[in-house]
């Protein structure tokens, strides 16, 4: 009878195993994604805190989401090593949902393809780092070294239109410095060039034209710009708060997916953003867990992460920062004409925001979200 009962118990289980929703993960392997790191790492803190746990099927690769106890929704993970390759996933439908940089995000917007931020995950913040052979220690200093110098300053950059490519051009404006950019779209002053800005595909690029000093600035948000400077370059300003200043705080990472998968899988995607609003909670008051979490999981050093993770935050609430900051990213690129005519006139009839994001699913996921935490 016991055999019996037990083969049964085990039909049954399979049954449910074969019929739990599924979703697939794609995400980008470094420090932004920390909560989905903390949610993986730490399934017994998250069932005492919220209720709302991973349980591991495969290590990095497989996860049952657990509510009270009960599985609701499988998850699959897949991690990349540049956002374009999470995009990619996204788009080819290999993956429902992606994490990765917005800008990455909204440039796709541009081009016309069909992704939606569905969540904001983490709020960035942009450093222009200098050679060590750059004569500055600080903004206006460098601003001086540039004017004074015979020959444009090459200062590199990862991506298409980053936020910190735009806060930069704005201060370059503001200090009356003439500047070129390789970039179609954007503007350029050909003549008198004090700054070339130039694109560079990805990290790996970037760290052998580093080491050539190829360039002699450089960019960018955390932890790339922790990692330059264990290099031996140097920090020296923070550029999305730098006059005329639009850009502070901005979005950095978000969870997007498309507009079918949106369709399809709803409700599985609105179960994942619970999950990562409370793992956004936990990656902020438990740091010292999530600093953990993060060199685990990354095979990275914590001498650099806690450099890249002190100024980071997370939170999956879409506040005036998240709102601003995209705004502004496009109100920029209109001023430059870099935006297509057909997405031009969302600013004077009706309201962009909603192009490149989608609240619906967000909304009831952080209702529950938020009772989970204050229970």
Known sequence: MRILVTAAALLVGAATARSMPSLSIAYHCDDHAAPLFDACLYP?????????????????????????????????????????????????????????????????????????????????????????????????????????????????????????????????????????????????????????????????????????????????????????????????????????????????????ATDSAIRRGGDDINRFLELMAVASHYANIRTRNTLAAVCRWLGTSPELESVALSGMGFSSRPDIAFTTGIWNWYFTLRLRNAVPPRLAGYMEEQDWLGVPYDSLLLAPALDRAGARIIR
């Open 44 to 256: 017994s803190d998250f069932r005492a805190r919220y209720g709302l746990n991973l349980r591991q099927v495969d290590e990095r690769e497989s996860y049952s989401l657990l509510d009270r106890g009960r599985s609701t929704l499988s998850l699959k993970l897949t991690g990349f090593r540049t956002d374009s390759e999470v995009l990619d996933a996204v788009l080819s439908g290999s993956a429902q949902v992606g994490i990765l940089e917005s800008e990455e995000v909204l440039g796709a917007v541009l081009k016309g393809l069909p992704v939606r931020i569905v969540a904001p995950l983490q709020r960035a913040e942009d450093f222009l780092e200098a050679d060590s052979a750059v004569p500055a220690k600080d903004w206006g200093e460098f601003i001086d070294w540039v004017r004074a110098r015979a020959k444009p300053t090459v200062v590199w950059y990862i991506g298409r239109y980053p936020m910190a490519v735009l806060g930069f051009m704005q201060a370059l404006e503001y200090e009356h410095l003439k500047y070129a950019t390789d970039v179609r779209g954007l503007p350029s002053n050909p003549e008198s060039v004090k700054v070339r800005l130039v694109p560079v595909d990805d990290l790996a690029a970037l760290a052998a034209g580093l080491s050539a000093r190829a360039c002699d600035a450089a960019l960018l948000p955390e932890p790339s710009a922790a990692r330059v400077e264990h290099q031996g370059w140097r920090r020296l300003a923070r550029t999305d708060i730098l006059p005329p200043g639009r850009f502070e705080d901005h979005p950095g990472t978000v969870i997007i």
